[in-house]
């Protein structure tokens, strides 16, 4: 499974940004996805997961709110929109991919490269 993300940028405190990730696998709709973080310094961190049909979600404390996961599966693509974005949001962003059941520590199975968000004050 190739996963490629994209929407990272250079977005103003209290903006907001999408970013998308697009699976090349077939049966995408088989597949848990989950976003996560890495910011300079720091270990790569759990920000949010959905199961193949959207119907449950996951949130680490810090987005709640704040962020929304989501996915189109005809599109094989899953989403994350970030509201409210705040300095310490800045990091890069990985989209991950496996099969199971949804999990919000980091052993999936597929990752991909990762799109920068970074937020100024």
């Known amino acids: 499974v190739q996963l490629q993300a994209s929407g990272g940028g250079l977005v103003q405190a209290g903006g907001s940004l999408r970013l998308s990730c697009a699976a090349s696998?077939?049966?995408?709709?088989?597949?848990?996805m989950a976003w996560f973080r890495q910011a300079p310094g720091k270990e790569r961190e759990f920000v949010a997961t959905?199961?193949?049909?959207?119907?449950?979600?996951y949130y680490a404390d810090s987005v709640k709110d704040r962020f929304a996961i989501s996915r189109v599966n005809a599109k094989n693509t899953v989403y994350l929109q970030m509201n409210s974005l705040k300095p310490e949001d800045t990091a890069v962003y990985f989209c991950?991919?496996?099969?199971?059941?949804?999990?919000?520590?980091?052993?999936?199975?597929?990752w991909g490269q990762g799109t920068l968000v970074t937020v100024s004050s």
């Open positions: 991950a991919a496996g099969l199971g059941p949804v999990r919000i520590n980091r052993q999936y199975e597929y």
């Open positions: 959905i199961n193949w049909s959207g119907g449950t979600t």
């Open positions: 696998q077939r049966t995408f709709n088989m597949l848990v």
